[in-house]
């Protein structure tokens, strides 16, 4: 190979990244749905998922003014069982599938709207992975910040939690 071809080869490479990184910047892969929360809004669950074609990673989640919640977890669970809003991971909330934050790998193909629509169309299954980010704070929760990785970039996510 010359290396007039050499040098065009790699102009479309370099070309094709910035592209591809650009989209993913631009089209975020972690999606929410409902969010449902206690009266005092100090318990807040969030339906979220991977619009993206790569496995997303939680890193940190923060509340409010960047404030460290009392206590974070994701409920995984399935379309048909649903998510539980509760203001502590003991008792009948135990059985949502509550894991740390670290320890859950949020699959692709997961949106809450397509899990949703598998629901209505009747073709959910219990093998179908749905996520809810479960946040319990010892004051009204009125922002959540989600941290995570995908494909090896950092992204950050902000959901106004509604009064």
């Given at each position: ?13 370099f070309v094709?990244?910035i ?7 631009f ?7 409902t ?9 807040v669950?969030?339906s ?18 960047n ?16 998510f ?12 949502y ?46 922002e ?17 939690i509604?009064?």
């Amino acid at each position: 190979m010359t290396k007039r071809n050499m040098m065009i080869v790699l102009m479309i490479i370099f070309v094709c990244s910035i592209g591809l990184f650009s989209f993913i910047k631009f089209h975020t892969p972690l999606v929410s749905g409902t969010i449902g929360s206690s009266a005092d809004k100090q318990s807040v669950v969030i339906s979220i998922g991977n619009n993206g074609f790569s496995n997303i990673k939680i890193e940190d989640v923060r509340i409010n003014m960047n404030e460290e919640p009392l206590d974070k977890k994701v409920q995984v669970s399935h379309p048909l069982k649903g998510f539980i809003v509760a203001d502590s991971f003991d008792g009948e909330a135990e059985e949502y599938g509550l894991t740390d934050i670290q320890d859950v790998i949020i699959k692709p193909n997961t949106s809450p709207s397509s899990q949703i629509e598998k629901v209505n169309n009747g073709t959910a299954t219990e093998k179908d992975n749905s996520y809810g980010l479960s946040i319990i704070n010892h004051k009204e929760i009125s922002e959540v910040i989600i941290h995570y990785n995908y494909l090896g970039m950092a992204f950050e996510k902000s959901i106004t939690i509604h009064h």
